[in-house]
């Protein structure tokens, strides 16, 4: 597996790859690597000739500066866990290598995300989601890779990519793969290494709260049974929930109490605080 840390090792492995016809499948990530990571490489190894993963930590999406500094970065051993994949390439460049400097500065571009920058994380995280597609429009111009994958545990993300993708025309076909989750239910996160005992054992009852509302939602007492879920985490010691809403699959539209609750369209979204870490999870209604 080749460890590349520059835009020139890109392009010339890159145009190895484009010199004998072969496809190229992309993970982007941010380290911290756990296997529903790896699961995303498995699945672009099965729709690519080569799978290329990046770890880059990217100061221009994160809008709070202490969530930066303590993200966790594990390089060593994530190296060490892709050498026994699929994934042919890893790139890890610094900041420096990636914008020209030591900070992004200011976005040469404002993207046009629609209304999937003022819905659930989008107006939780101010800034969040443009920060994404900046980094994400510069490493899809500058790699050009055939299919790019990403896990549905960032759900709103994955929407917003395929939004930028369309707008900006980057001929990139984008790939969902399912939240993987640990046994008891916690969705994988790389997050999830932050967590205190106490919390990493409180966790998981963000997932029972999203199963138990999946089959006991009604339109017509929707809104009492979030409330007695977020009354249920929030009686945890280390979980605060932030939100717990219904929303539109694509469109990110918050539920009203339409009959339609259970014919596809809608989706449970969760973002909880586990002392001081922040996670997400998400899931369908049944």
Not at 79 to 93: Q, S
Not at 150 to 178: N, S
Request: proline share 6%; hydrophobic share 40%.
């Amino acid at each position: 597996m080749h460890v590349l840390r520059s835009w020139n090792e890109i392009e010339d492995w890159r145009q190895t790859l484009r010199k004998h016809g072969q496809s190229l499948g992309f993970v982007p990530t941010m380290g911290a690597l756990h296997p529903g990571h790896l699961s995303l490489v498995a699945l672009a190894q099965k729709q690519c000739d080569r799978v290329l993963m990046s770890i880059f930590v990217n100061p221009a999406q994160f809008n709070r500066s202490e969530d930066l500094v303590h993200y966790p970065r594990t390089e060593a051993a994530d190296v060490a866990m892709l050498r026994n994949t699929a994934c042919d390439a890893v790139f890890i460049p610094d900041v420096a290598e990636v914008y020209g400097s030591s900070e992004p500065g200011p976005s040469p571009k404002h993207y046009d995300l629609g209304e999937l920058e003022i819905a659930l994380e989008g107006a939780h995280r101010p800034g969040h989601f443009q920060g994404v597609a900046r980094i994400l429009d510069l490493f899809f111009r500058r790699i050009e890779p055939e299919a790019a994958f990403f896990g549905e545990k960032d759900f709103q993300q994955l929407a917003v990519v395929r939004r930028l993708v369309e707008t900006e025309a980057l001929g990139v076909r984008i790939v969902g793969g399912p939240t993987h989750r640990e046994s008891d239910g916690l969705a994988m996160s790389s997050r999830n290494l932050r967590l205190t005992p106490e919390a990493r054992a409180q966790a998981p009852a963000i997932y029972r709260e999203l199963s138990r509302l999946s089959t006991s939602l009604t339109p017509d007492h929707w809104q009492a049974e979030l409330a007695r879920s977020v009354d249920v985490l929030n009686q945890f010691s280390t979980l605060e929930v932030e939100y717990l809403e219904i929303a539109d699959r694509d469109q990110f539209h918050p539920y009203a109490g339409s009959p339609d609750l259970h014919q596809g369209r809608w989706r449970l979204f969760a973002a909880v605080h586990a002392s001081g870490v922040r996670l997400i999870d998400n899931g369908p209604i049944e």
